[in-house]
């Protein structure tokens, strides 16, 4: 499995798929309802994420909804930094869920060691300068456009295909403004500006993404089209809750398949399923 230079040491030690543990602090986030929009409740559960397994926690604070506003870079810097603080001085690994540079900036200094940027610094002009001014890991997300108009930017010729090359072109951009690709992380950015058919066949085939020879990011966690997959007799989409038994599924697809992390709600599910995986690639003896 490949590794990112610039992971905290004991994580580029581990042969095994990464947890992502979520952690939206938004009060609309669409996953988890809004139930982690303060503070002190947004610390404690990143600190149960990692303490059910997680490996990383993405802390993000701007809801990716579909059709989703903006919010204003104060409010955003307000929902994120003190999670992000705190959670680092608890030894936390945190990743942080951004598309602006001053959020990425302000959130390393606070002790995040990661940026995940789900616009793969399409959104903000400056990102991608601004990775190359450090060393660390660099999530680079496939993406067409901002929440309120994705659903509409979905036209593909293959859609694996289209994913990846588009995804190259971001990465190209990014080593253009001098980030080291050996930081770099890819994601095909399941669910975004894509109908939920869509994300089946970038599943299925996994090794045009594996061409590009990046580490991958997939997150699939409770998404709509799992939410679909498992819709009742009527055509009612599966709930959010009952959709993790379809996540870990995926989660031990992807992990037999080499990902590099999984970005997951429920860490502790997720986690046993890459134990299990993990202890059956072991050589017996
Ligand atoms: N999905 C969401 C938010 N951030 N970041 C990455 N890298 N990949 C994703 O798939 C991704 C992300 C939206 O999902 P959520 O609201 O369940 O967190």
Redesign the pocket.
């Known amino acids: 499995m490949l590794h990112p230079t610039g992971l905290p040491q004991h994580l580029e030690a581990l042969d095994r798929t990464l947890v992502m543990g979520?952690l939206?602090v938004t009060p609309d986030?669409?996953?988890?309802g809004g139930l982690f929009n303060q503070t002190d409740i947004a610390i404690e559960h990143g600190l149960s994420l990692a303490a059910h397994g997680a490996d990383i926690v993405?802390v993000?604070g701007e809801?990716?909804?579909p059709g989703a506003e903006r919010i204003s870079i104060e409010d955003e810097l307000s929902r994120v930094i003190p999670v992000i603080s705190e959670l680092a001085k608890n030894n936390v690994v945190v990743s942080v869920?951004t598309m602006r540079t001053e959020v990425a900036r302000e959130a390393l200094l606070a002790g995040a060691v990661i940026v995940?940027d789900?616009s793969g610094g399409r959104a903000d002009s400056l990102m991608n300068e601004f990775m190359s001014t450090n060393s660390f890991p660099f999530?680079i997300?496939h993406w067409r456009g901002l929440s309120n108009v994705m659903t509409q930017l979905t036209d593909y010729d293959d859609v694996a295909r289209d994913v990846a090359g588009e995804l190259a072109s971001q990465v190209a951009d990014a080593v253009d403004a001098g980030v080291e690709r050996s930081r770099i992380v890819i994601?095909p950015?399941?669910?975004?500006a894509k109908t939920t058919q869509q994300n089946w066949p970038i599943l299925q085939d996994l090794e045009t993404l594996d061409a590009l020879e990046l580490p991958v990011?997939?997150?699939?966690?409770?998404?709509k089209f799992l939410g679909e997959l498992l819709a009742d007799s009527h055509g009612e989409f599966r709930d959010m809750s009952g959709r993790e038994a379809a996540t870990v599924a995926l989660t031990t697809y992807l992990a037999l398949a080499g990902a590099w992390a999984v970005?997951v709600?429920d860490a502790r599910a997720s986690r046993d399923a890459i134990d299990v995986i993990e202890r059956l690639g072991q050589i017996h003896d």
């Open positions: 979520v939206n986030s669409f996953s988890d993405d993000g809801s990716t909804r869920d995940n789900i999530i997300m994601d950015g399941i669910g975004f990011l997939w997150g699939v966690s409770r998404k970005r709600h």
